[in-house]
């Protein structure tokens, strides 16, 4: 007798997987929930009765008929009075033939069409559609792509006012949560600054416009740039290009003595960093013991366009330096709603705004106004 168990998220699940392996015929012969799965064991072979006259297996189409009518009544069982009106029900229910099997795929994946819209739906009484009060304002947020965690947290600047007051003191309120206080300083105070991020977010054109800030302000061009990295992880082309722009010195740093050479620099340095999280970490926290906190300088790139998924990836790498975030490729896409509710939630502040078309000239340093403008274009522009 073949025996198979499966593990899936639900029974209808586990009962699809089974029909598929095992054909229309088989019999459950046991159902277990473990932690949030179910797990189910089926046999294609039917088990006789046994001698107290109760069977000792179930068969699928009554399983399918108990999952149906959970799914569509919220009743516990189907029991049927007598034996013949149990087979009558078998009759019925049983996806005898592969019309019948699509028309249970098709009810199935209409139902779970069905949970998912009623996930994303808000529902609100009718004193929620006026537009006088403070769950309108939130409604009409969240609907752009503010997370209902933002709002939440923020929830005292969209009391009792209407519309256009809620949203515009709300996103002042963002504004004041999210912008640091002197980006600009931030720089100029550090005497290491480490560019972090993902291989094509703009390390590297980032690096080199922090440096040419610094340069911009110093006739003796006291910055050099560098790479951290193995040598094979490097990209050196780009950045010595950048270093002959901006006529600053060029170095390459590896892993294993980056913090002894970083220390016998005498000019301040803008380091673009190539190696993965761990040996990051491990160098900026051991030139942080050297030198103190305050002259290192972090900045973490969240391109323009980014999920919450892949911000949410980042902060888990490099959250605990507590970095400044640069938005890069704005002249390519908005920071949405999204992005700035999830960097939100994990508590970075924005430092700078740039694209990717320009060195000189082409850095913004945010701060509270400059923020809040951003913000209200940022909901017009996801609004449309």
Same mark, same amino acid.
């Given at each position: 007798?073949?025996?198979? +168990?499966?593990?899936?998220?639900?029974?209808? +699940?586990?009962?699809?997987?089974?029909?598929?392996?095992?054909?229309? %015929?088989?019999?459950?012969?046991?159902?277990?929930? !473990?932690?949030?799965?179910? $797990?189910?064991?089926?046999?294609?072979?039917?088990?006789?009765?046994?001698?107290?006259?109760?069977?000792?297996?179930?068969?699928?189409?009554? #399983?399918?008929?108990?999952? $149906?009518? /959970?799914?569509?009544?919220?009743?516990? +069982?189907?029991?049927?009075?007598?034996?013949?009106?149990?087979?009558?029900?078998?009759?019925?229910?049983?996806?005898?033939?592969?019309?019948?099997?699509?028309?249970?795929?098709?009810?199935?994946? @209409?139902?779970?069409?069905?949970?998912?819209?009623? %996930?994303? #739906?808000?529902?609100?009484?009718?004193?929620? =559609?006026?537009?006088? $009060?403070?769950?309108?304002?939130? !409604?009409?947020?969240?609907? !752009?792509?503010?997370?209902?965690?933002?709002?939440?947290?923020?929830?005292?600047? =969209?009391?009792?006012?209407?519309? @256009?007051?809620?949203? /515009?003191?709300?996103?002042?309120?963002?504004?004041?949560?999210?912008? %640091?206080?002197?980006?600009?300083?931030?720089?100029? &105070?550090?005497?290491?600054?480490?560019?972090?991020?993902?291989?094509?977010?703009?390390?590297?054109? =980032?690096?080199?416009?922090?440096?040419?800030?610094?340069?911009?302000?110093?006739?003796?061009? !006291?910055?050099?740039?560098?790479?951290?990295?193995?040598?094979? %992880?490097?990209?050196?082309?780009?950045?010595?290009?950048?270093?002959?722009?901006?006529?600053?010195?060029?170095?390459?740093?590896?892993?294993?003595?980056?913090?002894?050479?970083?220390?016998?620099?005498?000019?301040?340095?803008?380091?673009?960093?190539?190696?993965?999280?761990?040996?990051?970490?491990?160098?900026?926290?051991?030139?942080? &013991?050297?030198?103190?906190?305050?002259?290192?300088?972090?900045?973490?790139?969240?391109?323009?366009?980014?999920?919450?998924?892949?911000?949410?990836?980042?902060?888990?790498?490099?959250?605990?330096?507590?970095? $400044?975030?640069?938005?890069?490729? +704005?002249?390519?896409?908005?920071?949405?709603?999204?992005?700035?509710?999830?960097?939100?939630?994990?508590?970075?502040?924005?430092?700078?705004?740039?694209?990717?078309?320009?060195?000189?000239?082409?850095?913004?340093?945010?701060?509270?106004?400059?923020?809040?403008?951003?913000?209200? @274009?940022?909901?017009?522009?996801?609004?449309?």
């Amino acid at each position: 007798m073949t025996i198979l +168990t499966v593990r899936a998220n639900d029974t209808a +699940t586990a009962m699809d997987e089974i029909v598929e392996k095992l054909g229309t %015929d088989s019999y459950i012969i046991d159902t277990k929930k !473990v932690g949030n799965e179910m $797990l189910v064991k089926a046999t294609n072979n039917p088990v006789k009765k046994s001698p107290t006259g109760k069977a000792s297996s179930k068969n699928f189409s009554n #399983m399918m008929s108990k999952e $149906l009518s /959970d799914k569509l009544t919220g009743s516990v +069982t189907i029991e049927a009075k007598d034996q013949d009106s149990k087979r009558e029900l078998v009759r019925q229910i049983s996806p005898e033939n592969e019309r019948d099997l699509t028309i249970f795929k098709q009810m199935n994946s @209409e139902l779970r069409t069905l949970r998912s819209t009623l %996930d994303d #739906m808000v529902l609100t009484d009718m004193a929620g =559609l006026s537009p006088n $009060l403070q769950s309108a304002t939130k !409604v009409k947020l969240q609907k !752009v792509g503010f997370s209902s965690h933002v709002l939440q947290k923020l929830k005292a600047s =969209l009391s009792n006012v209407e519309y @256009e007051d809620g949203r /515009d003191h709300f996103l002042n309120t963002l504004a004041a949560e999210l912008a %640091d206080d002197d980006p600009d300083e931030a720089i100029v &105070n550090s005497r290491y600054i480490f560019v972090l991020g993902a291989s094509g977010s703009g390390k590297t054109t =980032l690096s080199a416009k922090f440096a040419a800030r610094i340069a911009e302000d110093s006739k003796k061009r !006291v910055v050099a740039l560098g790479q951290l990295g193995a040598h094979q %992880d490097l990209h050196m082309d780009s950045l010595k290009s950048f270093s002959r722009l901006i006529n600053v010195p060029n170095i390459n740093l590896n892993p294993d003595n980056a913090v002894k050479k970083l220390l016998e620099i005498e000019q301040k340095v803008v380091v673009d960093v190539c190696t993965g999280p761990i040996e990051a970490l491990k160098t900026i926290n051991m030139l942080k &013991n050297r030198v103190g906190a305050k002259k290192v300088l972090t900045v973490l790139i969240s391109p323009a366009g980014s999920s919450k998924h892949y911000i949410k990836k980042l902060a888990d790498s490099f959250g605990s330096l507590k970095p $400044l975030i640069a938005c890069t490729k +704005t002249d390519e896409n908005m920071v949405s709603p999204e992005e700035f509710s999830t960097i939100t939630a994990h508590n970075f502040s924005i430092g700078y705004l740039t694209g990717t078309k320009s060195i000189l000239k082409s850095l913004s340093f945010v701060n509270q106004s400059f923020l809040a403008q951003y913000l209200k @274009e940022s909901m017009i522009s996801f609004s449309q």
